[in-house]
């Protein structure tokens, strides 16, 4: 059974930092790319983040320089470090898993939230 399971989102104030992790399971880690996506209130699902499969990083416009993809193979677990985030990072954080051969083949946490507020 596949699992991807987020934990770290949480209330924190304009300029704060937090660390989403997503640890996986039931997946051959390294067959998959592996990224994060969000989804704010009334808007659409978006790319943040996401390894590409040759092994760079892919990070959305709006987060460049303020957000940090990694991972650790050996914990199957993928990380985003989120650094001085604003209200408008509010969202949904979602981890997804793409296969790096049959792209149609992905896999979804569950969500974790955060939310930027003074």
């Known amino acids: 059974q596949v699992q991807l399971v987020e934990s770290g989102g949480g209330l924190v104030q304009p300029g704060g930092s937090l660390t989403l992790s997503c640890a996986t399971s039931g997946i051959i880690f390294t067959f998959y790319n592996m990224g994060w996506y969000r989804q704010a209130p009334g808007k659409e699902r978006e790319l943040v983040a996401s390894f590409t499969s040759a092994g760079s990083t892919n990070y959305a416009d709006s987060v460049k320089g303020q957000f940090t993809l990694s991972k650790d193979g050996d914990k199957h677990t993928v990380y985003l470090q989120m650094n001085s985030l604003k209200a408008e990072d509010t969202a949904v954080y979602y981890c997804?898993?793409?296969?790096?051969?049959?792209?149609?083949?992905?896999?979804w946490g569950q969500g974790t939230q955060v939310t930027v507020s003074s």
């Open positions: 997804q898993a793409e296969d790096r051969v049959v792209h149609t083949n992905t896999y």
